[in-house]
């Protein structure tokens, strides 16, 4: 097992959030929500989790093919379900391991891509890459690929970036 990009990581600029809105700077109830969604996130690690659990043929999604199913299929059929509490649901970063730190990368996606893309490009990103399909390759082979994906975030130091 090779990495065949290795190289150090792009320096992290730190980010800043200001809870106030421009818009109604004078609503509590609006800067409350905003720093609320604002500090909603999950770790690499908790994303390469769930991404295994879908391969675990006993698993909530027992017939997972990572060259078929879309985001909205993993949102509708694992997520959805996994986050349901009583009378509702709770966001899956609460399930998945709630922190009270801004996230140091905002993730943007389409439902309608397949999920292991979204997952290799996190990965690929926390790794330093600019590219995601060595990773989504790597991805699709399994549990011992994805060990050496975690420990290589692990000795790098940003297995748990958020």
């Given amino acids: 097992f ?3 990009h290795d190289k150090p990581m792009a320096p992290r600029r730190r980010v800043t959030v200001s809870p106030r809105s421009p818009v109604n700077s004078d609503n509590s109830a609006w800067d409350a929500k905003v ?3 604002a500090m909603r996130s999950i770790d690499v690690d908790a994303l390469l989790r769930l991404y295994e659990s879908l391969l675990d043929p006993r698993g ?3 017939d ?3 060259n078929k199913h879309t985001t909205n299929d993993i949102v509708r059929r694992v997520i959805i379900p996994s986050s349901r509490v009583e009378c509702g649901g ?3 970063a609460d399930v998945a391991g709630k922190c009270n730190t801004l996230p140091s990368r905002m993730v943007t996606h389409t439902w309608t891509s397949l999920f292991v893309h979204l997952v290799a490009a996190v990965v ?3 790794l330093g890459y600019d590219e995601y399909q060595l990773i989504a390759e790597r991805l699709t ?3 011992g690929s994805i060990a050496r994906i975690r420990r290589r975030l692990q000795r790098i130091g940003v ?3 958020r």
């Fill in 141 to 143: 082979k399994g549990h």
């Fill in 159 to 161: 297995l748990h970036m």
């Fill in 60 to 62: 909530t999604m027992q």
């Fill in 64 to 66: 997972y093919n990572p």
């Fill in 90 to 92: 709770v966001a899956f």
């Fill in 35 to 37: 720093l609320e969604l």
């Fill in 124 to 126: 690929a990103n926390a």
């Fill in 2 to 4: 090779r990495w065949k």
